[in-house]
């Protein structure tokens, strides 16, 4: 004779229980979507990037270590692939949706100044140029090329170098502005060491680049200097 079975426990068996951190993950979800991103702390923003790419794992103690290890979500969120494999432990597609965000929100902030008057737009361009460089381990010079208008023509990383320099070639620049056929030139480098304080071969760099860039009459706006701590302009300093 069979017997009716009410419910799973009566067979010894019983539902698979959810995950503790299933509830946590929903709750997150609503209060970020709810009360936005300024509800949220950096950790907490950095848990839910996580969400998709580690799905079976409380990942509240990675996003704070992670946090830990780099310094800052923007450490994180720019640090070296190898550096969050080796480090972190992450595997390549934990550490493709870390690395796609900074590069997204880096295409944002370009197009913002694309074909707009830098000189005019120069909050924008400073908060572009900061995250694109302010993390890099090494040095590297960026060159912004710019039209009659100051629109900008082209953005160009020119060289990369060391952690304390990098090579800039004053012909080099003058003949790449004249290939854009640019009429000013905005020059950037980084201090991956977080100064952006000029040091004497900055100084130096600055005016051969000038003074090549005058003799085929294009103009150098700037030289600004990028570091985690700010930035330094050489033309607010006077250094030009």
Request: no cysteine; proline share 5%.
């Amino acid at each position: 004779m069979s017997r009716a079975v009410d419910g799973p426990d009566l067979l010894g068996e019983t539902e698979p229980a959810k995950p503790h951190h299933a509830g946590h993950r929903d709750r997150l979800r609503r209060r970020f979507l709810t009360a936005g991103a300024e509800a949220l702390a950096d950790y907490e923003l950095l848990e839910m990037l996580l969400f998709g790419a580690i799905p079976r794992r409380d990942v509240k103690p990675l996003a704070k270590q992670l946090i830990d290890q780099f310094g800052s979500l923007g450490g994180v969120l720019n640090a070296d692939p190898l550096q969050l494999e080796r480090r972190a432990g992450l595997s390549t597609g934990a550490v493709a949706t870390i690395r796609l965000v900074a590069a997204m929100a880096q295409r944002m902030l370009r197009e913002a100044v694309h074909d707009q008057p830098v000189m005019s737009n120069w909050n924008q361009v400073l908060d572009y140029l900061s995250l694109a460089m302010k993390y890099e381990p090494v040095e590297q010079v960026r060159l912004l090329f710019l039209d009659r208008k100051n629109r900008l023509i082209a953005d160009e990383v020119q060289q990369r170098g060391t952690v304390d320099q990098a090579p800039a070639y004053p012909r080099e620049v003058a003949r790449r502005s004249l290939d854009l056929n640019a009429s000013a030139v905005l020059l950037v480098h980084n201090h991956p060491s977080g100064d952006p304080q000029p040091s004497q071969a900055d100084i130096q760099m600055t005016r051969d680049i000038a003074a090549a860039l005058q003799a085929v009459g294009v103009t150098l706006h700037d030289h600004l200097v990028i570091g985690r701590a700010g930035h330094a302009s050489f033309r607010s300093l006077g250094l030009m």
